[in-house]
């Protein structure tokens, strides 16, 4: 009976993936990651030194007091007010680490200036401690800043800039000295979806149980639970099951969007957008506003003055309105041939998007940015 319903729990399996085998499949690692390499961000505050002449100015306050305190760490007494320096910046320290950066391990490091600094070229980020946002510590950052461009002042006050001063990394300027905690334990893996969708979990759960038997389950839209089975328990076996589970291939599934850059005319909208059967009728009005001098000369030997006034002209052009009906649009290709066809430009399908989405016919979700 055992053989018997493993056999049947098979076929099963088979056929509920067998019609998504058929579409674009992809990695599960390409999807997904596991919640142990969960990314951490660190931030910090810090100094740069060694600037010529570009950092902070007297009236950064925060940038002074900073400069004093570490003075003060140092065994030297410096009085605030008499502290007046153009070679230190204030900046945010930023980073991330993930379960995979044991202690002794170097990361990159951002630093970006928070005062009226107007460059950071040349500078050294002196040691800054970096923490998460529970105030936990796990490394520190010191290193020479890479721009990656200049900022070069001229004598008569014009200056070139060449790429952004103000925002620099420290490659390899970061060291661990706390690992990040890991997530499950010995048994178990979590795979958290980038994309939290029911869907998605569910095809990953029947592929990861197609390859290993009954090993996985969704605990939600975002995360699957995956048992390590007993055979696999070392840790060489275990790396080996990670690495084949994060190469099994699933066909991922996405609500239907549209999303809208009205800023600058982008619009992206996904594979499931669909319209329902409506007419539409598209037009443009055209307002023109011409104005022509008009020179008001006086008579010969009186005392007037030539007087310049201009005369407006206004002109109003209605485009004759396009008329089409939209039979149901199932793809995105039938869309955009049938917003072609009416001659609609990115300003028009936003307007036509939007107008869709009120009267009910978009059948996907709206995003404006």
Do not use: C, W
Not at 69 to 92: D, F, S, Y
Request: hydrophobic content about 45%; proline content about 4%.
């Amino acid at each position: 009976m055992d053989v018997l319903k493993k056999l049947l729990t098979l076929i099963v399996l088979l056929a509920i993936t067998s019609g998504v085998f058929a579409a674009n499949t992809v990695r599960i690692k390409d999807i997904t990651h596991y919640r142990s390499d969960a990314e951490i961000d660190l931030i910090g505050y810090g100094l740069i030194i060694g600037l010529d002449g570009s950092g902070d100015g007297k009236g950064t306050q925060f940038t002074i007091q900073a400069l004093v305190n570490m003075m003060e760490r140092m065994g030297l007494t410096v009085n605030p007010k008499q502290v007046k320096v153009k070679n230190v910046a204030a900046v945010m320290v930023t980073s991330r680490i993930t379960s995979a950066h044991q202690p002794g391990s170097r990361i990159d490091v951002t630093v970006s200036s928070v005062g009226d600094a107007t460059s950071l070229q040349g500078g050294m980020l002196l040691m800054t401690p970096l923490s998460s946002l529970e105030g936990i510590v796990y490394g520190v950052a010191q290193g020479a800043i890479s721009i990656g461009g200049f900022n070069v002042q001229l004598d008569d006050g014009n200056k070139i800039v060449n790429n952004y001063t103000l925002v620099g990394r420290v490659p390899g300027g970061g060291l661990v000295q706390t690992s990040p905690p890991e997530g499950g334990d010995n048994k178990d893996l979590y795979l958290t979806l980038l994309n939290p969708d029911y869907t998605t979990a569910s095809r990953i759960v029947d592929r990861v149980n197609l390859k290993y038997g009954l090993a996985a389950y969704a605990v939600d839209e975002a995360t699957v639970r995956v048992r390590v089975p007993d055979s696999l328990a070392h840790p060489n076996d275990r790396l080996k099951f990670m690495s084949t589970v994060g190469r099994l291939r699933v066909a991922p599934d996405a609500v239907a969007k549209v999303v809208i850059n009205e800023k600058t005319g982008t619009i992206v909208a996904g594979q499931h957008v669909s319209i329902s059967p409506v007419a539409l009728a598209h037009g443009n009005i055209t307002i023109s506003v011409r104005t022509t001098p008009v020179i008001s000369q006086p008579n010969a030997f009186s005392d007037g003055e030539t007087v310049v006034t201009s005369q407006s002209r206004l002109t109003v052009e209605e485009e004759m309105a396009r008329v089409v009906r939209l039979p149901e649009i199932v793809t995105i290709s039938q869309i955009a041939t049938a917003l072609n066809n009416i001659g609609a430009t990115p300003r028009d399908i936003i307007a036509i998007f939007q107008a869709l989405k009120e009267t009910g016919a978009l059948r996907a979700e709206l995003v404006m940015m």
